[in-house]
């Protein structure tokens, strides 16, 4: 099984939540690294562990990334890394998989399912040196009280300022570690 790097140059991590009941906050993960070992002849033996730097969210809005990092959301200081850990494989469909697996933030773990698609490899040559690449687009939905973060207002139409279910995609390009 050939073991893949997570190319920190060719990574986002993102996330989606409504807020207020009525619009879409998007965000992103900075400081994502990981290892995946995949055989394309064998994709139901990909295993793989994702570490995301919880500390880097971006949303575009200072104070609402400080209070993510904070107590009520992700609390940085305490639990700094986000981190998925695959526990089982199956095979959907040609370069689709159904990836269940570990997720643990801040401080909780639960098993969580990701749908990946995959493509490649694709193959260049940059100072003589051949790279081999495959491309990875991870999907799921997490209820964010599931991980301790249960922080909420209510609004007037009975509604609450902060979604408790958050989508979660993770879009990488993975090298051939050849050490």
Aim: hydrophobic residues 40%; negative net charge; charged residues 25%.
């Amino acid at each position: 099984m050939a073991k893949w790097r997570i190319d920190p140059d060719h990574v986002a991590a993102e996330f989606t939540a409504h807020h207020m009941m009525v619009t879409i906050v998007h965000g992103q993960f900075n400081g994502v690294s990981g290892t995946v070992f995949f055989d394309p002849a064998e994709p139901s033996r990909t295993a793989a562990r994702v570490e995301v730097n919880v500390a880097g969210v971006y949303t575009g809005v200072d104070r609402r990334d400080t209070h993510l990092r904070s107590s009520d959301f992700l609390d940085v200081e305490k639990h700094p890394l986000m981190v998925f850990e695959t526990t089982k494989v199956e095979v959907v469909a040609a370069n689709n998989l159904k990836m269940t697996g570990d997720l643990t933030i801040h401080g909780f773990t639960r098993p969580v399912v990701f749908d990946v698609k995959y493509a490649g490899p694709s193959k260049f040559i940059d100072e003589d040196k051949v790279y081999t690449t495959f491309g990875f687009h991870a999907t799921s939905t997490i209820n964010r009280e599931d991980f301790g973060m249960v922080w909420n207002l209510d609004i007037e139409n009975g509604g609450f300022m902060a979604s408790r279910y958050i989508d979660i995609t993770v879009n990488f390009e993975a090298d051939l570690d050849e050490e």
